[in-house]
């Protein structure tokens, strides 16, 4: 099983990205996923959550308004575009998948999630 995650790279603040989460091994199309990122001297934290179905998302309040959480069942493929972006928004990103299946609720925990993929580092510059 593995998620891999692409799309990171070097943008100019107020600049965008998009994030892709494809994921090998098995299906997750039963299972919530969730991005998460960590910057450099600081825990991961929390980014955006996307229930089994796609009808849910959770957003962190820093990133509201700024980033959407989508899915595509069909490819097995989660993704994060990224608007509007800060300086403050460098960071590794990860995209983890839910062991619990056809979860719609909140959860944005690091702990709760089982899958992890190996990250891939977003920088904006000022």
């Known amino acids: 099983v593995q998620l891999q995650a692409s799309g990171g790279g070097l943008v100019q603040a107020g600049g965008s990205l998009r994030l892709s989460c494809a994921a090998s091994?098995?299906?997750?199309?039963?299972?919530?996923m969730g991005w998460f990122r960590q910057a450099p001297g600081k825990e991961r934290e929390f980014v955006a959550r996307?229930?089994?179905?796609?009808?849910?998302?959770y957003y962190a309040d820093s990133v509201k308004g700024r980033f959407i959480i989508s899915r595509d069942n069909a490819k097995n493929t989660v993704y994060l575009q990224m608007n509007s972006l800060k300086p403050e928004d460098t960071a590794v990103y990860y995209c983890?998948?839910?062991?619990?299946?056809?979860?719609?609720?909140?959860?944005?925990?690091?702990?709760?999630?089982?899958?992890w993929g190996q990250g891939t580092q977003v920088t904006v510059s000022s």
């Open positions: 983890a998948a839910e062991s619990r299946l056809l979860s719609n609720s909140d959860n944005r925990e690091p702990n709760r999630y089982d899958y």
């Open positions: 091994g098995r299906t997750f199309s039963t299972n919530a």
């Open positions: 996307i229930s089994w179905s796609g009808r849910n998302t």
